[in-house]
């Protein structure tokens, strides 16, 4: 008699989600609390660049790298990146630390409107010139336009 045995492996997809934010908002994504995880920040303009790692959440409990120390905060299961700037855009990957599996990737393209101020101070600026408008019918002799 011949015994065979099989392991089963696989691996999840991670999730992916775009995000677009303003310099100076927050950035705020969900975690899969139910399991420890890491945040890891990868740079997706430098190529062959490492992650850096922002925190770990086990729980309730978070540790966070120094760099994230005063931007970081965990409610329930959110994390918020207080403040972000042009720089912080990239790849935001919740990972299950004990499986080392991608649970989810959030793609985040931070912009900055001060970098078009001429468009800005045209939307500021009345358009010149004279427009008139009126309700009056031409077509009446009585009207006084």
Not at 17 to 28: A, D, H, N, R
Not at 79 to 90: F, I, K, Q
Request: hydrophobic share 30%; proline share 3%.
């Amino acid at each position: 008699m011949i015994k065979i045995s099989v392991m089963w492996s696989f691996r999840l997809r991670a999730r992916r989600t775009p995000l677009q934010i303003k310099s100076g908002e927050s950035l705020v994504i969900e975690l899969e609390v139910s399991v420890s995880v890491e945040v890891i920040y990868q740079c997706t303009k430098e190529a062959g660049t490492s992650g850096v790692q922002i925190c770990t959440v086990d729980g309730e409990s978070l540790q966070f790298s120094p760099k994230y120390k005063y931007r970081t905060s965990l409610s329930s299961s959110t994390l918020e990146l207080r403040g972000v700037n042009v720089s912080d855009s990239g790849d935001y990957i919740i990972r299950d630390i004990r499986n080392k599996e991608d649970l989810h990737i959030y793609t985040v393209e931070v912009t900055d409107d001060s970098k078009h101020p001429q468009i800005q101070e045209k939307e500021k600026t009345p358009t010149s010139g004279t427009f008139y408008s009126s309700d009056c019918n031409l077509s009446t002799p009585e009207s006084k336009c």
